[in-house]
């Protein structure tokens, strides 16, 4: 069984295929199954990159650095189960919004402060994720520091 599903997130490493080594080193999360070959699984991965939404990228070019959801929450094949897909802690706001329709269009450092933000209070430690949303500002604001 692969140590990655639907949800994770990952960062890339080890991208050997021209068209795809400038992401290296980028992150991203999974959105779902791609392929089955030789080489073994391969995964679709949004990422924060203005000029690619996704990449597909084999289980060999990633490394796990957050998951969202309960391991078991998946069926067997890796396939979305209604904890990946709504998961409590990021829906139940009064307008119907889910978190994901608004972190998805924005990059990562923001996506994730505005995911941590949203569930705070709703799962696990209240105190830790929201000190998780300010180390993705922190991380943002000395981003665009460096770019400016």
């Known amino acids: 069984m692969s140590e990655f599903t639907i949800g994770d997130w990952i960062e890339i490493r080890g991208v050997t295929a021209e068209s795809h080594k400038r992401h290296n080193g980028k992150r991203g999360c999974i959105h779902g199954k791609a392929f089955t070959s030789q080489e073994g699984q391969a995964w679709d991965v949004k990422i924060s990159d203005p000029a690619t939404s996704s990449i597909v990228l084999f289980e ?11 391991k078991g929450a998946g069926t067997p094949d890796g396939e979305a189960g209604e904890a990946i897909i709504s998961p409590i802690h990021y829906t139940g706001f009064t307008n119907g919004a889910e978190v994901i ?23 696990d430690d209240e105190l830790e994720d ?10 943002e604001i000395a981003r665009m520091e460096v770019a400016s």
């Open 60 to 70: 060999s070019e990633m490394q796990l650095i957050d998951w969202n959801v309960d």
């Open 130 to 139: 929201l000190l998780k949303a300010l180390y993705y500002i922190k991380r």
């Open 101 to 123: 329709d608004l972190a998805e269009h924005l990059n990562f450092n923001r996506g994730c402060a505005v995911k941590y933000l949203c569930r705070a209070g709703r799962k």
